[in-house]
């Protein structure tokens, strides 16, 4: 199955009878047996089939160098271990719908820069088009490598091509370009024979539905809209994390990084999209433009602040208790430079220069073989004055927070305070949210379906623009420039399944900001002491937690100081260590500490130290007193290991007197 697949589809995409279906066309994929048409192109023609919205009057012709009939291709197309049978998203695979998908594909074999093989494939197209009356309309997919998408429009356009009845369009994959001079030359040569209003840039970001709903949401609720902006927003946050490493895809990634990778593309487009200005409508062009200007209004770097404003990583391996290597680190992977710099991690701070969000940090986090897998947008509101509270018992205000969780968990919550009932005046943080799941009907998709049914009716709202592709490029160029420059030398500088490099953690920690970690049930129950918990119990975690990082040799408590907080360790290794310096106990990985003096109310009786760069999750004083109170069972499971561990007597009256 697709690792690409979303969980849900809109129930506006599945309600066939509302939705026109695709319009006629041939749709001709280069790179035919590569993996994307396999894995993604097929099953999301064979999703828009089964939900009736592919149209009667289409058919493929995939072209490649592979000397193989029309039957040799559908047996290819279809198959268990290499085709749509093993790679479809469906929970049921529908045999008749597959086998008249089928029948529609055809194969024209031929090498790309061979002129006779774009005479041949006009003579097939024009077959096909008069069999299943398409309409003279011709959908080029082009699922192959950037350089030679010049070649192959050209050659195209010698063909003939352009000429004749019905539209033309070109679908390009991502990367479109490898640095800016690259993506100026191939919008040069695409362009030269081509309009751009025949051109759709794909980047897949923008057929998820979650990225869709970025739009929806801020234009379609009138109570968010005058909030957006400088005078009501502190800060907005996308974080991008990925749990998989690089794999097999070595020798790609050695020469991309994850700026070119998931940052200039797939985030700017998410960055676009929230935070561009109202479009006079939802028409792809009046859209197109404001995403443009946006990220035109984004300060663009030099040599200076690069360094001040943007940090990267890359992963080490991971060792077992034995000091082996356990996971090999990214310069131990296949293809990869074992002396490679490049990163796999990165964390910036952008602003964006314009009236609407002027003086608004705008940070953006992504990375490879990190803690969790998850997409989330988060807008970090302005607090309120804390004055208001004084002489009550209420210290910290909360900002309030938006955040669009976009994968793998699909929702939107909103974060606020609210009054603990009780006769004083305590606050709790407390959620709102909708969530996919609760309300749209599930299913799989790729991604895929919306764009190709969408660029056969023209609507190139989900593509990129050329000027929007160059846009992103001059951003992303003095960053590259500067690194190329200024090699990493402190690299490999996090752990594998660590939430970062610590210089994450300093670049938002200097502006008095902090990342705002999303935690999800299923990240808690890994430390084993949330194993099976109530989820209410966790819930009332979720909201208490805040997270924060220690380097190695970083004292994080104090001997001798108040407790104001406990401390669960989500990756790393600390040391307890007495008055004279001895170390008492390493606690590690799912361990916490810092609980006895809250429980007690009493100075610390040691110091804690971080052995190794530590990933930590804090909880205050009085959200975990709370917490106990409102869980005794969760009370009394601390207790009995505060118990073991120190030997404590300690009654439940006595607890945080
Ligand atoms: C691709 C990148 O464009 O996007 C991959 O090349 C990355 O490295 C992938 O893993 C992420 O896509 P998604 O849909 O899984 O978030």
Not at 486 to 505: C, E, I, L, Q, V
Request: aromatic fraction near 10%; charged fraction near 25%.
């Amino acid at each position: 199955m697709s690792d690409r697949a979303q969980v849900v589809g809109s129930i506006g995409m599945e309600s066939q009878g509302d939705n026109p279906t695709s319009e006629p066309c041939v749709m001709v994929i280069f790179g035919a047996s590569g993996d994307l048409t396999k894995r993604l192109l097929v099953p999301a023609l064979y999703n828009l089939a089964c939900d009736d919205l592919l149209s009667k009057n289409f058919a493929v012709l995939g072209t490649g160098r592979s000397e193989i009939t029309d039957d040799e291709f559908r047996e290819s197309m279809s198959s268990e271990e290499n085709g749509l049978r093993g790679f479809h998203t469906r929970n049921e695979f529908d045999e008749p719908a597959c086998d008249e998908l089928m029948s529609r594909f055809h194969f024209v074999p031929g090498g790309l820069d061979d002129p006779e093989n774009y005479k041949n494939m006009k003579k097939k197209v024009d077959e096909l088009n008069e069999k299943f009356q398409a309409k003279g309309n011709v959908l080029f997919y082009f699922a192959m490598a950037p350089r030679f998408f010049g070649m192959i429009c050209d050659h195209l356009y010698k063909a003939g091509f352009q000429s004749g009845e019905g539209w033309r369009r070109i679908i390009v994959e991502k990367p479109f370009g490898t640095d800016l001079e690259s993506a100026l030359e191939l919008n040069k040569a695409i362009l030269a024979n081509w309009r751009e209003d025949q051109i759709f840039r794909v980047d897949h970001y923008l057929g998820k539905e979650t990225v869709q709903n970025l739009l929806a949401f801020r234009f379609s609720n009138g109570m968010f809209e005058p909030l957006w902006n400088k005078d009501n927003i502190d800060n907005i946050q996308f974080n991008v994390c990925e749990s998989v490493d690089v794999g097999e895809r070595g020798g790609y990634y050695d020469s991309s990084g994850v700026l070119r990778d998931m940052m200039q593309n797939h985030m700017f487009q998410m960055l676009a999209y929230l935070c561009m200005e109202v479009p006079g409508s939802f028409e792809p062009d009046s859209i197109r433009n404001e995403k443009a200007k946006l990220l035109e209004s984004v300060r663009i770097y030099d040599e200076d602040s690069v360094p001040e404003n943007i940090v990267r990583g890359q992963y080490g391996p991971s060792f077992t208790d034995d000091g082996e290597v356990d996971q090999p680190g990214y310069r131990q992977s296949t293809d990869v430079n074992p002396e490679s710099s490049t990163e796999t991690f990165v964390a910036a701070k952008f602003q964006i220069d314009n009236w609407r969000w002027e003086g608004v940090p705008i940070y953006l986090r992504s990375g490879k073989a990190l803690w969790k897998r998850g997409t989330e947008i988060v807008v970090e509101f302005k607090k309120p004055p804390q004055q208001i509270f004084k002489g009550t018992s209420v210290e910290n205000l909360t900002a309030n927070r938006l955040v669009f969780h976009v994968q793998p968990y699909q929702a939107i919550e909103l974060l606020f305070q609210a009054k603990i009932p009780g006769p004083t005046l305590q606050l709790q943080n407390v959620d709102m949210e909708f969530n996919y799941g609760d309300n749209f009907k599930a299913s799989r998709y790729t991604g895929y379906e919306v764009m190709i049914y969408s660029c056969t009716h023209g609507d190139a709202t989900l593509f990129s623009r050329g000027d929007l592709v160059e846009a992103a490029w001059r951003i992303a160029q003095p960053i590259m420039d500067y690194w190329s420059e200024n090699p990493a030398k402190d690299f490999p500088n996090y752990t594998r399944n660590s939430w970062g490099p610590k210089s994450a953690n300093d670049l938002i920690e200097k502006d008095g900001r902090r990342w705002f970690e999303v935690v999800t049930p299923d990240v808690l129950e890994q430390l084993p002491l949330f194993e099976g918990a109530d989820p209410l119990l966790l819930n009332s975690i979720i909201m208490a937690l805040h997270a924060d990082a220690a380097e190695a040799g970083e004292v994080i408590i104090q001997q001798g100081d108040m407790a104001k907080e406990m401390y669960l360790i989500c990756r790393g290794e600390v040391e307890v260590v007495d008055a004279g310096g001895n170390v008492l106990k390493t606690l590690k990985d799912g361990d916490f500490f810092g609980e006895v003096g809250i429980l007690m109310s009493t100075p610390r009786t040691a110091t804690i130290r971080a052995k190794t760069l530590c990933d930590l999750f804090v909880l205050q004083k009085s959200d975990f007193g709370r917490i106990l109170q409102d869980h005794p069972q969760f009370a009394e499971n601390i207790m009995k290991i505060a118990k073991e561990r120190y030997d404590l007597a300690v009654s439940a009256d006595e607890l945080m007197a």
